[in-house]
């Protein structure tokens, strides 16, 4: 398979086919964010990715998902993203789900009857960076979205039935706007109902302009105290009926996975323990993006 740049996907992509069909992020102006900084966007020939569907189907028998990387391959035209996934059902038959990160405007541009169409070809789960439900701390990180944008977009994919995960990112309102952002992003969460979520704890990235915040003084680094702290206020403001919680990736402090509603208090309670030093946290040199 052909592949430009640094292969980027969800953790629970770790089994999937990686067909890259778009290089770079359609958006790349997020200040925290270091994927591709140094990567245009482009999209991908139709040759190169007919040659990578060919060699997929001559050796990833085994694996039935599918994910379309890079950043916001959405952002396709619907005729585009129609022949893709018919492409995909020729030459890899038995790949049963399909996924792709969506960028929220994306996502908005299509209509429902777009997704469903894209859902009846084998498209069943969206990936979408909330990052934060504080209109704020979007502004600060120019996500270029809101709260209230980000929910239309995770109501569209919700109507159609589209399986929505959504990552959060700890300790990105630094500690001055840290409850609003835990409490404003649990309420923007509770009404996006995804079915997953994926909870990141920020990093400083050499290449992005929130570093030289962070190093000239103007953002100040959460400790691990307040972002178990942050976490907590979050959990207990979650208010969803059918979700998966994932707090175990690398970036983490704390590793944490259950299920919502059932594990709420367990979750809160696994926090507040590695508070008080009851259960081990990964030590800082172990972290990683
Ligand atoms: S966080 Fe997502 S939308 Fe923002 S620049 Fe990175 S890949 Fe693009």
């Given at each position: 398979m052909q592949y430009i740049g640094n292969v980027i996907r969800p953790p629970s992509e770790a089994g999937s086919i990686i067909l890259q069909v778009t290089v770079g992020c359609s958006h790349n102006k997020c200040t925290f964010c270091g994927a591709y900084k140094d990567i245009a966007f482009s999209i991908k020939s139709q040759q190169t990715i007919v040659e990578d569907l060919e060699f997929a189907g001559q050796h990833c028998h085994r694996q039935k998902r599918l994910f379309l990387a890079d950043?916001?391959?959405?952002?396709?035209s619907q005729t585009r993203l129609v022949a893709l996934l018919t492409l995909i059902r020729k030459y890899l038959p038995w790949v049963l789900h399909i996924s792709l990160y969506g960028n929220a405007k994306s996502i908005r541009n299509k209509s429902v009857s777009e997704l469903l169409e894209l859902k009846k070809l084998g498209l069943n789960r969206i990936y979408i960076?909330?990052?934060?439900?504080?209109d704020s701390v979007l502004r600060s990180i120019r996500k270029g979205e809101t709260a209230k944008s980000m929910i239309d977009a995770a109501q569209k994919v919700n109507e159609c039935g589209i399986f929505l995960s959504v990552s959060i990112l700890l300790g990105i309102g630094g500690i001055s706007d840290s409850t609003r952002h835990a409490v404003d992003t649990a309420n923007t969460l509770n009404i996006m109902t995804p079915r997953q979520i994926g909870a990141l704890t920020f990093m400083p990235l050499?290449?992005?302009?929130l570093v030289r915040d962070v190093k000239n003084g103007n953002f100040i680094l959460m400790t691990q105290q307040e972002i178990l702290e942050e976490l907590s206020t979050l959990v207990s403001q979650l208010n969803l009926k059918r979700c998966q919680f994932h707090a175990n990736h690398a970036s983490n402090y704390l590793p944490l996975t259950g299920r919502l509603p059932r594990d709420k208090y367990t979750i809160i309670s696994a926090i507040a323990m590695a508070q008080q030093g009851a259960i081990a946290t990964i030590p800082e040199h172990k972290r990683a993006l």
């Open positions: 950043g916001d391959v959405l952002i396709l960076g909330l990052e934060s439900g504080n050499p290449n992005t302009p």
